[in-house]
């Protein structure tokens, strides 16, 4: 059971930001501080990419581990209250993500994944850093940069 009214629980999910989050705002800031410049949401690129870097052909998106099920992370609870909804929701989400990447690799950008975990992980936020600009630098197609909040098998 809910502890809040419909009308409330919708307020309430209708004001989660989807774009300049934190997470993105540290990022972008971080990034920025490398040198590296770039464009934010780029309309006419499939999935309206966080980070756009052109020179590079490179985007990038920061996931949150909820709506985006980052898989095996703390952070990727599913709600028990109207679970039906929440796990076709989720899976969609899920789905359209693959089908964005795909997209994007068809037009030739290469794509980053930077989970919110990543970036909550204070400890170990500038070697992920690192890592995110050596791969742009490089010729990698893929990076996804995960965190210790993950439960490895």
């Given amino acids: 059971m809910d502890l809040v009214d419909k009308q409330t629980r919708s307020r309430m999910m209708s004001n989660i930001k989807d774009k300049?989050?934190?997470?993105?705002?540290?990022i972008r800031s971080l990034i920025?501080?490398?040198?590296?410049?770039f464009r934010l949401h780029d309309k006419y690129l499939p999935g309206k990419p966080d980070i756009v870097l052109k020179k590079y052909k490179v985007v990038i998106f920061i996931h949150g581990c909820y709506w985006h099920r980052h898989e095996n992370c703390k952070l990727a609870s599913t709600p028990k209250q109207n679970a039906e909804f929440w796990q076709n929701k989720f899976?969609?989400?899920?789905?359209?993500?693959?089908?964005?990447?795909f997209q994007l690799k068809t037009l030739g950008w290469r794509t980053a994944v930077i989970w919110e975990c990543s970036i909550r992980d204070k400890q170990n936020?500038?070697?992920s850093i690192d890592l995110l600009a050596s791969w742009i630098k490089s010729d990698s197609e893929y990076l996804e940069i995960p965190s210790r909040l993950v439960e490895l098998d």
Avoid: A, Q, S
């Fill in 91 to 101: 899976e969609d989400n899920v789905r359209r993500d693959g089908e964005v990447y």
């Fill in 125 to 127: 936020l500038p070697d």
């Fill in 32 to 37: 920025h501080n490398l040198g590296f410049r």
């Fill in 20 to 26: 300049n989050t934190k997470p993105e705002i540290t």
